[in-house]
């Protein structure tokens, strides 16, 4: 199946549309995305989508509630990305889980590259390289040796629990900091 890489199509129209005209064209990005699926697997369930997401994932095919999720903010700043890799790495994912039977696969395990491969002709990217700081604001800091390192709400709470972080270059347990050993 030789299909063209949607990574061939232009998106530069993308820039000049305003937010609820993106979202517009994220749907119909989907329902393109969707219907070549279809071919596949025809009786494929339409997926809902939102665009609820927040912090640093771009996507998220989520089975419980029946559809797709999106982060608004990295949609804005990331359009072109968003509409040729995201877009189809969450909707493969959401083929697979219905093709599949049996044991659970793994989420980007072969399956999975061979949709991203042969259905959308994309190599098939586990993880964006998006600017996150606007979608996923971290107000916690913590120090190493090296570096500063900013903590979501959540992870700060794993961390005062317990949960024992260390820095990935110089291996150093990260210390909090907190807002008076900040400004003094």
């Known amino acids: 199946m030789n299909r063209p890489a949607l990574s061939d199509l232009s998106v530069d129209w993308l820039d000049g549309l305003d937010e609820a005209a993106l ?28 665009l609820d997401l927040r912090g640093q994932c771009a996507g998220q095919a989520h089975f419980g ?3 797709l999720r ?3 903010v990295l949609l804005s700043e990331n359009r072109r990305d968003f509409f040729v890799d995201v877009v189809p790495h ?30 959308f002709g ?6 964006h390289r998006f600017d996150t700081r606007r979608a996923s604001p971290a107000p916690y800091r ?30 150093q347990t990260l210390v909090y900091q907190s807002l008076e050993s900040v400004s003094t």
Do not use: K
């Open 142 to 171: 913590y120090r190493c040796a090296c570096r500063e390192h900013a903590f979501t709400a959540r992870r700060h709470s794993l961390a005062r629990g317990g949960r024992v972080y260390r820095c990935r270059h110089c291996a």
């Open 70 to 72: 999106f982060n608004p």
């Open 23 to 50: 979202h517009r064209a994220l749907h119909e990005r989907i329902e393109a995305a969707f219907q070549l699926c279809r071919e596949v697997h025809p009786h494929l369930p339409r997926p809902r989508v939102w």
């Open 90 to 119: 969450e909707m493969a994912h959401w083929l697979v889980h219905h093709l599949a039977e049996g044991p659970r696969l793994q989420p980007h395990g072969h399956e999975w590259r061979t949709v991203m491969r042969q259905l």
């Open 122 to 127: 994309l190599p098939g990217h586990v993880t």
């Open 65 to 67: 509630r029946g559809g």
